[in-house]
């Protein structure tokens, strides 16, 4: 006589640990993108991210506005002052942990223009390696949004 085995049964769903937070097997649980979408949501760029999901960054529309000081021209885009004066201190860094520190910020202060970003987030979004990290596709991407240029999203054939 044979028996049949019995179906272990199933962890119930809700005790899956909260996105971002460390399952059992110290896996982050996935966030999805489009439910973190703001009801305000204003599309842009799309870059795909370390987490393999594209994530939609808005894209500014640079404005050029000559001015009489000694710069001659004042550069603003569309996305508020603190983004644009964000964006300065960002190019303006003077060493590589001053300009991640202040590209953190920008990537941040642009994905918060679409998205409610829960914490932990940005963690799972954005991992790229130190040692290239200027050459990393990604990084590209991000960098050629902030200047009003469409990127292509990352992993795609330049």
């Known amino acids: 006589m044979t028996t049949s085995p019995t179906a272990l049964p199933q962890r119930p769903a809700s005790h899956d640990a909260p996105p971002g937070e460390p399952q059992s097997n110290g896996h982050a649980r996935r966030f999805v993108e489009r439910d973190l979408r703001r009801a305000d ?15 939609t960054f808005p894209r ?18 569309g996305l508020g002052r603190d983004f644009d004066a964000a964006l300065t201190e960002m190019e303006e860094s003077r060493s590589d942990r001053e300009f991640f520190a202040k590209f953190a910020r920008v990537v941040r202060m642009m994905l918060s223009v679409n998205y409610d970003l829960p914490p932990g987030v940005l963690g799972t979004l954005f991992r790229v390696p130190k040692e290239g990290f200027f050459d990393d596709e990604i990084v590209q991407a991000i960098l050629g949004v902030t200047r009003g240029q469409d990127a292509p999203k990352a992993g795609d054939a330049g």
């Open 60 to 77: 500014p529309v640079l404005v050029v506005t000559l001015t009489d000081e000694e710069l001659g021209f004042d550069l603003e885009s």
């Open 41 to 55: 949501f204003r599309g842009g760029t799309p870059i795909t991210m370390s987490d393999g999901q594209d994530w």
